[in-house]
């Protein structure tokens, strides 16, 4: 088959659908398959098989920064049609009716035969983004009714869907190369450890939503009672406005904490595998748990996740593995489960032990290969109906 994957973002950045898109591009390359990229402006080249249809303009948008595409021409987009003719489109939603909403119109002319799939990656940060959302699936009815099947990558992004759109999904998982985050966990030793006692890490974006404030109260509360193992030191890696913030606290507390900055995907796995304990403590907005799953195939020895619906439904409801980001404890109380948790999985060995093999349990469910063979099946057709 030859897949076309529908984006209106840009390649350029590293974000969650950019890797969820170019992991199954991979695979299904691996596979035989031919693949292309119908997308927003990229100036890089990640993958082969980039077509830049449109200008990008970037905009705050649930909690992120998107790029959102300027109209695309139309005959341009017919043009690449054409030329490529897919079997299968493969849009990425929600959507903006100026590049993938003039993709979908044009393909049902240009390739009437292709299949027309839609994967729903969005859990609202907010209800502006709810309300953005069925106004957003107002404006693309025409084009929406043109999709042959829709999926979502979690049951809170299918629920986003169906509040949205008005349509039930198939849920079919992210994809993570969970034998490459296995593998590049022994490739790299630009994180290898440099200290005697326990590594916690944290790898994200630095804002409000990742809740990497409320790790640093964790760390100072726990630092200041004295409850962190001796010999205890933390890895927080990312960028973002918080950063700062985050490295002034930091000073205060008696704890080591090395802040490398945005780590690259080829170290990425190196880091996560040293950890001890890797920390996501994500307060919302999250459809999905990639980091979570990339941690878990990297070797980490314990995951713990922010006890939000998307991060939630990826460790199959393992309490251990989740702790309270709710607004309603306070934040010095917050602070202070977490930094008990971090310290409960820091000297408990048997009760670490126990959870690390319930989350190595996860790893087939999200494995890039059976992912695909879910999404081929979705691509031929079978076992699949129209979409109301």
Known sequence: MRIGFVFDDTLDAPDGVQQHIMTLGRELVRRGHQVVYFVGETKTHPVGGIVPLSRNVAVPFNGNVMRIPLPA???????????????????????????????ISLAK???????????????????????????????????????????????????????????????????????AMEA?????????????????????????????RLLMNALEYGATHGIFPSGMHVTCAGKGPDLETCQRQAEQIDLPIDFPGFVDEKDKPALLASADIAVFPSISGESFGIVLVEAIAAGAGVVLAGDN?????????????????????????????????????????RLAACVHKQEQALIPRY?????????????????TERPN
């Open 367 to 383: 494995d890039v290969r059976h992912v695909v063979d879910q999404l081929v099946d979705v691509y031929t057709g079978k076992d």
């Open 184 to 212: 590049g966990g022994f490739s790299s030793d630009r994180f290898s450890d440099r200290h005697d006692g326990k590594h916690l890490v944290f790898l994200g974006r630095f804002v409000e939503r990742k809740g990497v």
């Open 73 to 103: 021409s139309r005959r341009r987009i017919r043009a690449a049609l054409e030329h490529y003719h897919c079997d299968v489109l493969h849009v990425q939603a929600p959507y903006s009716p100026f590049l993938a909403g003039r993709v």
């Open 309 to 349: 619906p998307g991060y939630r439904s990826t460790v199959g409801d393992n309490e251990q593995a989740l702790f309270d980001v709710s607004p309603d404890q306070g934040t010095t109380r917050s602070a202070a489960l977490l930094a008990e948790r971090i310290a409960l999985m820091m000297t408990d060995s």
């Open 109 to 179: 002319e240009v390739t009437p035969h292709a299949r027309i799939v839609a994967t729903y990656h969005i859990a609202p940060y907010s209800k502006a983004a709810e309300v953005g959302g069925r106004v957003l699936a107002a404006v693309n009815a025409f084009s929406g009714r043109k999709i042959d099947q829709v999926i979502a990558v979690s049951p809170v992004a299918a629920a986003y869907a169906q509040k949205t759109a008005g349509c039930t999904p198939l849920v079919i998982p992210n994809p993570v190369d969970c034998r």
